[in-house]
C-alpha cells in the first residue's frame, strides 16, 4: 500500500502533465492550471459582474464601433478563433482590461484621452495581448503553484468554483490596479503592436496613446494627492516615459516587419465622430458634482456641501472630505418601506442607539430628525452628528465626523448646514444635473486652450485639462482648421 505522501506526490505529479500546454503566442509548452473551456467559463462567469458594478454606456453607435475595431485586431491575434466581446463601460475612470477568455472592457473616461482610432487599437491590441498571451492564466498558475492543494483542486475542478475562483479573481483584480509586472506587460505592447500592423495601422501607436496616459497619470496623481483621494490612471503605463523607454521602443519597433501595406490607418476624424457627445465625468444617473454642489437628475435632488471640501461619488454613498481629510460627512440614500417618523428609521432602521441633543433639523420643512451619537467612524469611535430627512418616499442619511474630537463641536453646523442643504432641483440645477459632454469643434486662428478654458464648464484644472484630452499637455495649442475636443 503506497504511503500517504508519495501518493499525494503522485497525484501533483498527474495535476503537472494534466497542466501542460502550449502557449498560443510562443508556441511551446506552458504549464497552466487551467484549460481554455475552463478560461472561457470564467469570463462568462464574471463579465455580468462587471456589467453590474461599472455599468454599460449606453451609446450603442460607440459600442458598435469599438467592437469592430476590436474584431478587426483579433482577427490578427494569436487566438483568433475565440469569440472576442469588447464592451465600453459608463465610468469616468481611465481604465481598460480583460477577463479570461475574451471579454475587454474599455471606459469611457479613457476614451476620452484618446485622439485616433489606431490610438483606440493600441490600447484594445494591449488589452487583447493579455487575453492570447493568457497572462491572468499564467499569473494564476503561479499563485497557486505555492498551495498544491489548491493547485491539484484546480486541475481537477472543471468549473474553477470556490477557492480556485478566487484566487483567479484576486489575480486579476491586482492586474486591474497595479499591471500584470513589468513583463507580461511588455509582452502585451509587443504583441498589441504586432496585431496593429497586421491589421493595418501604425504600431507607433502604442508609443502615442502610452505618451498621453502617461502625462494624465503624473497630472492625476499630483491632483489626486491634493484632493486627498486615489488616482484613476490606466494600470498599464509605466513608471518611465515612452520618449524614455528603450525596452518598450525596441518591442514596439519590432513589429514593424508585420506591416501589410504602406500606408496606415489612423482615423482620427472617425473616432472623433464617435466620441462626440460622450459623456465626460459624472454620469447624470450617478449624479454630478460641480465645485461643492452634487445634483441627482433621477432623484431630483441637490446638496450643497462645505466650500473647499472634496466630493467622492460612489454607487451607494457620497463622500464628502475637509482638504486636510480630517472631517467626513457621508450620504446614503434608502427607501421608505414603511410609515415611520425620521426618528424611528435612525432606531429601527439605523439601530442607532444613545440619541442625544435631539431635534428637528431647523431650516427645512421635510420631516427630519438629528441627533449626536456615538458610533465606528472613519477615525474610529467618535461622536457623530446623524442626521435624517424624508424626502420623496426615500431617507436621507448624513454622517458627520472629526478625527479629533474636540474640533466636533466647530465642524457640527456645518455637517448641519449640508443636510439642511437638500432640496429638489430648480430649472437652473435640472440643467446642471444632465452632465457634461465631449464635443468635437474646429480650431480657429487664435484659438488657444486659455480661452477655451475660460469658457469651460470644468470647475478645476481647465485649461490642463483640455490640453490631457487634446494630447497637447503640456503647452501645445490646437492648429487652424484641427478638430479638438471641448466639455460642454
Not at 223 to 247: C, L, N, T
Amino acid at each position: 500500500m503506497l504511503s500517504r505522501p508519495v501518493l499525494l506526490i503522485g497525484i501533483a505529479f498527474a495535476a503537472v502533465l494534466s497542466g501542460c500546454a502550449t502557449n498560443p503566442v510562443t508556441g511551446q509548452a506552458d504549464f497552466v492550471l487551467m484549460s481554455e473551456k475552463q478560461e472561457i467559463s470564467m469570463g462568462r462567469r464574471y463579465d455580468p459582474e462587471i456589467r453590474k458594478k461599472y455599468g454599460v454606456y449606453d451609446d450603442p453607435k460607440l459600442q458598435a464601433y469599438v467592437q469592430q475595431v476590436g474584431e478587426r485586431l483579433a482577427a490578427n491575434s494569436h487566438r483568433s478563433k475565440l469569440v472576442y466581446r469588447f464592451t465600453v463601460l459608463d465610468s469616468p475612470d481611465v481604465n481598460a482590461f480583460a477577463l479570461p477568455g475574451g471579454y475587454i472592457y474599455i471606459t469611457r473616461g479613457i476614451l476620452a484621452y484618446i485622439n485616433s482610432e489606431a490610438e483606440l487599437a493600441a490600447v484594445l491590441g494591449h488589452e487583447i495581448g493579455h487575453v492570447t498571451a493568457r497572462h491572468s492564466v499564467r499569473q494564476y498558475t503561479s499563485a497557486m503553484a505555492a498551495n498544491i492543494g489548491a493547485g491539484i483542486l484546480s486541475a481537477v475542478v472543471p468549473e474553477l468554483g470556490g477557492q480556485a475562483g478566487q484566487q483567479l479573481l484576486n489575480v486579476i483584480g491586482n492586474a486591474l490596479l497595479s499591471g500584470y509586472g513589468r513583463e507580461h506587460e511588455l509582452e502585451s505592447d509587443r504583441l498589441g503592436a504586432e496585431y496593429l500592423a497586421r491589421s493595418g495601422y501604425d504600431p507607433n501607436a502604442v508609443l502615442g496613446v502610452i505618451g498621453i496616459l502617461k502625462n494624465q497619470e503624473e497630472f492625476e496623481k499630483k491632483r489626486a494627492k491634493a484632493e486627498g483621494r486615489e488616482p484613476r490612471i490606466y494600470h498599464g503605463v509605466f513608471a518611465s516615459h515612452p520618449s524614455a523607454d528603450k525596452r518598450l521602443q525596441q518591442v514596439v519597433g519590432q513589429a514593424k516587419k508585420f506591416k501589410t501595406a504602406a500606408a496606415t490607418r489612423v482615423g482620427r476624424e472617425e473616432y472623433l465622430k464617435h466620441i462626440n457627445g460622450t459623456v465626460f465625468g459624472d454620469s447624470a444617473k450617478e449624479g454630478i458634482r460641480r465645485g461643492s454642489n452634487f445634483y441627482h437628475r433621477d432623484l431630483n435632488f441637490a446638496l450643497k456641501f462645505p466650500d473647499g471640501w472634496n466630493l467622492e461619488n460612489n454607487p451607494n454613498s457620497i463622500i464628502a472630505r475637509r482638504p486636510d481629510r480630517n472631517a467626513v460627512i457621508q450620504v446614503q440614500v434608502k427607501d421608505l418601506n414603511k410609515d415611520i417618523t425620521p426618528k424611528e428609521f435612525m432606531q429601527q432602521r439605523l439601530k442607532l442607539k444613545g440619541l442625544e441633543r435631539e431635534d428637528k433639523l431647523n431650516g427645512t420643512s421635510l420631516p427630519s430628525h438629528t441627533a449626536v451619537t456615538r458610533i465606528t467612524t472613519p477615525f474610529g469611535k467618535r461622536d457623530t452628528r446623524v442626521t435624517v430627512v424624508f424626502y420623496n418616499k426615500r431617507a436621507y442619511i448624513f454622517f458627520g465626523a472629526t478625527k479629533d474630537p474636540r474640533d466636533f463641536e466647530k465642524t457640527d453646523p456645518l455637517f448641519l448646514e449640508t443636510a439642511r442643504s437638500l432640496r429638489p432641483l430648480t430649472a437652473k440645477q435640472k440643467k446642471l444635473a444632465e452632465g457634461l459632454r465631449i464635443r468635437i469643434i474646429r480650431a480657429k486662428a487664435g484659438t488657444t486652450f486659455a480661452k477655451l478654458a475660460a469658457q469651460s464648464p470644468i470647475s478645476n484644472y481647465a485649461e490642463s485639462t483640455l490640453r490631457l484630452i487634446n494630447g497637447k499637455f503640456p503647452g501645445g495649442e490646437p492648429k487652424p482648421g484641427e478638430p479638438i475636443k471641448i466639455v460642454q
